[in-house]
């Protein structure tokens, strides 16, 4: 379409031909009746259903193209819809905001060209499912550390101390920057140590990225259901052990996020 | 996130439901199956938000950061008692074997013992053996 032609549409559009829709794919799941929650509502409050193909089917739900746009209220309604998913069964998540044109189309273009990658995918997370993990430092604990063990950045930081800010911008940059290398250094230790102590527990791991001053580790862990109770009796037996030095917050179950890869 | 599960232990391990915008954001955010661009049609909105997401700082911002929090440090008022013998602990390898001295912090932090000895079974916190390794990945 030209611009003139869609600023025409755009004119003549309101309110007199129905809006343009088209639809939002959540997740894939295993083709059934009652698969989906009957409750289940999606982004912009369209009734959640399936659009069957063989053994495999793709959740999704009718939404308006051409809308003012929801942000906050289309994330959670993502989020809500997959952990409805993840409660009654099985799911592959399909990234936010993935929108095809019509139901053949997520036939045609989704579920036929990867059916055997769904299938496969969708056994090897059955009973199963995500947990977040994040290990952050107590900051001050840390870098007393990284203070203590290095006679460079004390010296560094005693004359950048000493004197008002504005006439030691360069020092403190380059204090700044010694003190990431030596978290870095830190940071690589301690994430291997704590991955180290985890990944007996688990099925599967992903890491993710993260930032920050006191970042260590964000990893995706993939859990069995049945060793649920023991991971978590481990995790908080590593929280406890490390807890002088390192917080762990632990997020989940919830949908197989990081485990799905690219289709 | 769809169920909690019931805060157990000494509670050291937090636990928390993901309620905020940010953590939405976090745990779905460029993860899923990805549709190929050609395919899909465009949903107002939906670009724009997630490029907001990405916001980076600039790195010199992060350093003066770090500079600052390292000059906030009271490093003998904050230190008290335990933090104390922490650094003691620490410092045993000395400026010239740093790192060999903050993996033996890490070891004994992790296993939550004093001892020193590098016994390899003592740094699993974990009461049973591993059964099952990796199973995803070794398949």
Do not use: C
């Amino acid at each position: 379409m030209t611009s003139a032609a869609m600023a025409a549409a755009d004119e003549s559009g309101t309110g007199e031909h129905p809006a343009e829709t088209g639809y939002y794919v959540y997740g894939v799941v295993r083709a059934g009746a009652g698969r989906v929650p009957a409750d289940l509502v999606g982004v912009g409050g369209a009734q959640v259903r399936t659009v069957e193909h063989g053994a495999i089917a793709a959740v999704v739900a009718e939404v308006v193209l051409d809308r003012p746009p929801g942000r906050r209220q289309d994330l959670v309604a993502h989020s809500e819809v997959l952990d409805g998913l993840t409660a009654t069964g099985v799911v592959v998540p399909v990234q936010f905001g993935s929108v095809l044109p019509s139901s053949e189309s997520v036939v045609v273009d989704l579920l036929a060209p990867s059916a055997d990658y769904f299938a496969a995918l969708l056994d090897e997370l059955e009973g199963r499912a995500q947990y977040n993990l994040r290990a952050t430092y107590h900051e001050s604990v840390v870098l007393a550390e990284v203070v203590e063990e290095n006679a460079d950045i004390a010296e560094l930081r005693e004359r950048t101390r000493a004197v008002p800010e504005e006439s030691a911008y360069a020092e403190r940059v380059r204090l700044g920057e010694l003190v990431a290398q030596a978290m870095d250094d830190k940071r690589a230790w301690d994430a291997e140590a704590l991955l180290e102590a985890v990944l007996p527990w688990v099925a599967g791991h992903a890491l993710r990225t993260g930032g920050g001053l006191d970042h260590v580790l964000d990893v995706a862990l993939l859990v069995d259901d049945d060793r649920r109770s023991d991971f978590e009796e481990a995790l908080e037996a590593l929280a406890e052990s490390v807890h002088q030095r390192i917080r762990l917050r632990l997020v989940g179950p919830m949908a197989p996020y990081d485990f799905v890869g690219d289709s | 996130m769809t169920v909690q599960s019931q805060r157990r232990g000494g509670g050291y391990l937090e636990r928390p439901a993901p309620s905020g915008l940010a953590d939405v954001i976090e745990i779905i955010l460029d993860k899923g199956i990805v549709i190929d661009a050609y395919v899909r049609v465009s949903l107002v909105g939906i670009e724009l938000l997630t490029i907001d997401a990405r916001i980076v700082i600039a790195s010199v911002d992060t350093y003066l950061r770090f500079a600052e929090a390292t000059n906030r440090l009271d490093l003998y008022e904050k230190g008290g008692k335990d933090l104390g013998e922490f650094m003691g602990d620490l410092q045993e390898g000395g400026a010239a074997k740093k790192t060999s001295g903050a993996v033996k912090g890490v070891k004994r932090a992790i296993t939550g013992g004093g001892s020193d000895e590098d016994d390899d079974e003592s740094r699993r916190p974990a009461k049973k053996a591993p059964a099952r390794r990796r199973r995803t990945e070794d398949a």
